[in-house]
């Protein structure tokens, strides 16, 4: 009884706590054997209380995001794998800022976290009823909703600036859109094509894109077609990879000015890879890289052979933005034409004007180092892009080239007609040589003639072809009967 009196006194004295229970423990162990068993049981039952609170407590730190307090990525996957489960229609959007590095590198890293935190309270304002709300990491938020339509009003909400500190501060981005069951019947594939979404909505300057299998760059048969080219492009000497040259005519003239270096991959079991389908699957990958060098290479060294045959020629190389984002491209350059011989004008860079304009800024110093270099520099596919004329203004281009689309029209089609000549006019303003794609009759090329074009490309003058042919064709070769030119 001694005992119990001297355990109830501790009890009330230390309240509820650990250290209470210790003390009424080892009060209780030197009273005597008898009542030792209750405190034990007690203090055993008083560490599991504890021990699932802190749980419960590590749990929610583990499932919510610290700078915005939204679900984390962990925590979306278990929502996104419930909702499969139930087997109800859902829509996953994945939300990616645009400038929010700039917000960083700017202002500091805690600006960053305020602006984060506050577009997480914009988005779980609007949120409906059912719809989840998360961050991914990074800038990447997600939500998922019954209504697929909502992305376009979750990026109308987005346009309006952040006040931080009387700062207005851009939280519009893109996003990305899958749909469960119709692109995936899985929480990871319906994430992971939601973000194939976004980045397609990024690289075509929108701000919403549905997921489309051929935006997917990394399906299974890309992934294996990729393994396959970046093996061949690593067999020194390999005679898969090869190119052609097709030839660019001066429509005052009529003489061959420069060819276009175009890449043809024979696969040993499918044959010839279509082009198109080549750069799908190269452009977001680290195998750009080897391939841009690899065409570095061959191009330089075939201009050289040329030169020593007594044939000089200027080559156009299509290469990727990625390429332009470091100095590589004008390093590796500069290399290979002081190895071969071969003068900077006799090389120009093609990229399209889709590519370009999406990160025009980014890639401003390389281009400039390129026209240090005496590199000239084409605006690939014009006229299919969002150009700002600000833009075209501040880059060192040389020239322009009209998308095959227009040109192949544009003898049956006065709207077409309309474009290429305004484009002509629009270059010609800003000092650019126009080179019009697409040229396959002789009735396009007159018109082109007239209306001030500078050079044509296409099958009425040549087809793409090798190297050795194309020797062989300029020995044939007999310039058209020059064009007077229209007003």
């Not at 051929?214 to 898969?240: I, K, N, Q």
């Not at 030839?247 to 079991?269: C, K």
């Not at 010609?428 to 002789?442: I, M, Q, T, W």
Request: hydrophobic share 45%; charged share 25%; proline share 4%.
């Amino acid at each position: 009884m001694a005992g119990t009196a001297l355990g109830s006194r501790a009890l009330r004295g230390r309240g509820s706590g650990l250290f209470g229970c210790i003390v009424l423990a080892g009060a209780l162990l030197v009273a005597g054997d008898g009542p030792v068993l209750l405190p034990l049981v007690l203090v055993a039952l008083y560490a599991v209380h504890r021990l699932t609170r802190l749980s419960r407590v590590c749990d929610r730190y583990l499932r919510l995001d610290p700078v915005t307090g939204l679900l984390n990525r962990r925590a979306l996957g278990a929502v996104l794998a419930a909702r499969v489960r139930d087997g109800g229609r859902f829509a996953l959007l994945v939300l990616d800022l645009d400038r929010f590095r700039r917000v960083n590198d700017a202002l500091g890293h805690e600006v960053g976290d305020r602006l984060l935190a506050a577009v997480a309270r914009r988005l779980e304002a609007s949120a409906g009823s059912g719809e989840v709300v998360a961050r991914l990491g990074g800038d990447e938020f997600a939500i998922v909703t019954a209504d697929e339509s909502r992305a376009r009003r979750v990026a109308e909400l987005l346009a309006e600036p952040v006040v931080l500190d009387g700062l207005p501060l851009d939280a519009g981005g893109a996003i990305g859109v899958a749909a469960y069951p119709a692109h995936g019947g899985e929480a990871a594939t319906l994430l992971r094509r939601a973000e194939i979404a976004m980045y397609d909505a990024k690289a075509r300057g929108d701000t919403v894109a549905v997921y489309a299998p051929e935006a997917d760059h990394h399906s299974p048969d890309r992934l294996v077609l990729l393994a396959d080219l970046r093996r061949a492009l690593e067999t020194p000497g390999g005679a898969e990879i090869a190119f052609h040259y097709q030839p660019q005519v001066d429509l005052d003239s009529g003489a061959v000015i420069g060819v276009e270096a175009l890449l043809r991959w024979h696969h040993p079991v499918r044959g010839p890879v279509d082009p198109a389908e080549l750069i799908r699957v190269v452009e977001y990958s680290t195998v750009m890289r080897l391939l841009t060098r690899r065409v570095i290479d061959d191009v330089v060294a075939q201009l050289g052979r040329w030169a020593a045959a007594g044939v000089r020629l200027r080559a156009s190389i299509n290469v990727s933005v990625r390429d332009l984002h470091t100095a590589e491209v004008v390093d590796r350059l500069a290399e290979r034409m002081g190895r071969c011989g071969v003068a900077a004008d006799q090389v120009q860079l093609e990229i399209t004007e889709g590519a370009l304009m999406a990160d025009p800024r980014r890639v401003l110093a390389t281009l400039r180092r390129l026209d240090r270099l005496g590199v000239a520099l084409s605006l690939d596919d014009f006229g299919t892009g969002y150009s700002s004329m600000q833009h075209l203004r501040r880059l060192p281009l040389a020239e322009v080239k009209i998308d095959r689309s227009f040109v192949l029209g544009m003898v049956t089609d006065p709207d077409d007609a309309a474009i290429v000549r305004s484009i002509i006019e629009l270059a010609g303003a800003l000092g650019l040589r126009v080179v019009a794609e697409g040229v396959e009759d002789e009735h396009t090329f007159r018109l082109l003639a007239t209306s001030g074009c500078d050079a044509a490309q296409g099958w009425y003058h040549g087809r793409p072809m090798p190297a050795d042919e194309l020797l062989s064709w300029l020995s044939r070769y007999r310039p058209a009967v020059p064009v007077t030119r229209g007003c």
